[in-house]
Each structure stands twice: as C-alpha cells, then as structure tokens.
Nanobody, 127 residues
Framework: QPRLVESGGGSVQAGGSLMLSCVAS????????MAWFRQAPGKEREGVTG????????YYADSVKGRFSISRDSAKNTLYLQMNNLKPEDTAMYYC????????????????????WGQGTQVTVSS
C-alpha cells in the first residue's frame, strides 16, 4: 500500500523558516505528481505547491511564490517543502499528497484528484 509520512512541522515566529519532509513508501512510484496542501481551521484544503517527477516541473500557489520551494530526493523517496519568510496566515496543517499525472502535467492542484495522502504536520506561525 502506498504511504506518505510528513514531518518537520512546528511553531515559529513570523519571518522564520521551516522545512517539511514527506517520506514515500509502498507503490508510490507510479504516482508522478507530488504536492503539498494545507488546511487552516474552518477553511478548505488548498494546494500550496506541486512537482511533476517526470521532468521536475513545479507549481506554486500565488500566496507562497518566492517564499516556498518544493524539491525531492528520489534516492531517499522524500519530498521537501522549504518555507521561508513565514507569515501568520501560513498557519495550517500541511499535507503531502501523490497521484498519477494526466499526460505530462501536474498543474491541477484540486485536492480530490490526489489519491494518496499523508497524515499531516502542523505549522503554526506567530506574529
């Protein structure tokens, strides 16, 4: 069974940084779109950033462009999310997710199209 396990969340002050990790195991190799989502209390889950493992193409929500960076280490089966210049509005539960791409694109960041999810890791940013 495919499995994703996130880690690295925590509490930081505004302007600080955190790096989240997501270790993939099981039959995740065919799921070549990997992404980070977040969900704040009372809000819908939203896509933050994604990557197409075929060619490394990345996608970012406007709210995190220039501050967040997604990367992966295929040898370690690990996806990363480097978060810099964190803001209080970044406070949320962050989830790693994976799916098979449609063609050679992972542009869709609609949560229902993602079939494998981690349990989440909490990020809290104080002002």
């Amino acid at each position: 069974q495919p499995r994703l396990v996130e880690s690295g969340g925590g509490s930081v002050q505004a302007g600080g940084s955190l790096m989240l990790s997501c270790v993939a195991s099981g039959s995740t190799f065919s799921r070549n779109c990997m992404a980070w989502f977040r969900q704040a209390p009372g809000k819908e889950r939203e896509g933050v950033t994604g990557i197409y493992t075929g060619d490394g193409s990345t996608y970012y929500a406007d709210s995190v462009k220039g501050r967040f960076s997604i990367s992966r280490d295929s040898a370690k089966n690990t996806l990363y999310l480097q978060m810099n210049n964190l803001k209080p509005e970044d406070t949320a539960m962050y989830y790693c997710a994976a799916r098979r791409s449609v063609g050679a694109s992972c542009a869709s960041m609609n949560p229902p199209v993602y079939s494998v999810w981690g349990q989440g890791t909490q990020v809290t940013v104080s002002s």
